[in-house]
């Protein structure tokens, strides 16, 4: 992972955006967070995201589905549709267990589909997974591929 890139959270929830937040840090996870807390917001963000330096570009992506107004599978394929967005990791941690949400997800493009534990201890426990997953052990593009 680029360490001093920014991930980017799209999630309407604050108190599950800081809960989140909360856990990453915990886990050692100190990159800044990028928050877009609906669809239009993400569309802004994308309108700006090629005058961004590289190290102000997210290299990993969480995203909810439950969005007001877009839903959450149709801002993935906009992710997945943007030259610098598509090679990154887009994650979806949403409360949807749906078998249809899941396939939806990954024909939209989601590199991973996460439901979000009830309890405060299972969520951090899956954030500490993450975390090694995708930021101990997996490679992610090189930021010439972002440029």
């Known amino acids: ?57 997210p290299c990993f992506v969480f995203i909810d589905l439950n969005l007001p107004g877009t839903h959450g599978s149709e801002v993935l394929k906009e992710l997945k549709a943007h030259a610098i967005l598509a090679p990154i990791p887009a994650v979806v941690l949403t409360t949807s267990s ?10 939209n493009g989601a590199a991973g589909f996460l439901s979000k534990p009830i309890d405060l201890e299972n969520f951090e426990k899956m954030v500490q997974q993450v975390a090694e997953y995708w930021f101990a052990c997996v490679k992610l593009p090189t930021a010439a591929t972002h440029a």
């Open 1 to 57: 992972m680029r360490e001093n890139s920014p991930l980017l959270v799209i999630e309407d929830s604050d108190d599950d955006f800081a809960i989140l937040a909360t856990c990453l840090k915990s886990v050692g996870v100190s990159n800044r967070l990028i928050r877009c807390a609906s669809g239009e917001e993400t569309r802004t963000f994308l309108q700006t995201i090629d005058s961004l330096p590289l190290a102000q570009r």
């Open 98 to 107: 749906r078998p249809s949400d899941v396939d939806e997800a990954y024909k």
